[in-house]
């Protein structure tokens, strides 16, 4: 039943490390989120991508990058892990239409950076 | 880009009670007004929604209202249960791509 699906539940990575976190969703939606969620700030937008190929930065794309080759797979690249990425990081997907419509998010991936 | 402000941060009530979260919304185009719900230690699942078209949404024990003038919109859930303990965010659109931006959460403790 599980619709959209993130690679690692929990990760420890160090200083300065190259870390990638991977979502695919099997529903075939056009839409994909990076969102990361930490206390008392909600859930912010990283980057999105409406299409194979396509991106777009969201409020804090600062210290991240993204790739989507496929269609179902949405990949967030941390070029260089820091502290202060230590969160809660949630992908969604959204089928495109007439409107909006709402989001199936992953299970989150909790990634701590000592 | 929008900006969603969200009312109370913490709420509690006792079992059997109402409970009500209310949000704000800046950009007067929007149209579109979900909320999701987050329990303890999983992922958020959208519970209800509402486009511009109508004031009112109801699902059961929960209900949504929107006033456009004010742009305010509101959750509120009837009869609470333990099983409402959650954290709910609100969200509305901000910019085109199915984008939104969501507040920053209300947790909800009900006392039974």
């Known amino acids: 039943d599980v619709k959209v699906t993130q690679s690692s539940r929990y990760l420890v990575k160090r200083t300065g490390e190259k870390v990638f976190l991977e979502c695919v969703q099997d529903?075939?939606?056009?839409?994909m989120f990076w969102y990361r969620q930490d206390p008392g700030l909600g859930l912010r937008l990283i980057y999105f991508s409406y299409d194979v190929k396509m991106k777009e930065k969201g409020d804090i794309p600062e210290g991240y990058s993204v790739s989507r080759e496929k269609k179902e797979r949405f990949s967030l690249i941390l070029e260089s892990a820091s502290t202060n990425q230590t969160s809660m990081y949630l992908c969604?997907?959204?089928?495109?239409?007439?409107?909006?419509?709402?989001?199936?998010f992953g299970s989150g991936t909790r990634l701590t950076v000592v | 880009g929008e900006n969603v402000e969200q009312h109370p941060s913490t709420l509690s009530v006792q079992e059997g009670d109402s409970a009500v979260i209310k949000c704000t919304y800046s950009d007067s185009a929007s149209n579109y007004f979900p909320w999701y719900k987050q329990e303890l230690g999983k992922r958020p699942q959208l519970i209800i929604d509402?486009?511009?078209?109508?004031g009112e949404k109801k699902d059961q024990r929960i209900a949504v209202t929107l006033n456009k003038t004010a742009k305010h919109f509101s959750l509120h859930i009837t009869e609470t249960q333990p099983e409402d303990s959650a954290v709910y965010f609100c969200?509305?659109?901000?910019?085109?791509?199915?984008?939104?931006?969501f507040g920053t959460g209300t947790k909800l403790q009900v006392i039974p």
């Open positions: 509402i486009r511009s078209n109508v």
């Open positions: 969604a997907s959204s089928e495109n239409g007439q409107g909006f419509y709402g989001y199936t």
């Open positions: 969200a509305a659109p901000s910019g085109g791509y199915q984008k939104v931006t």
């Open positions: 529903m075939d939606h056009e839409n």
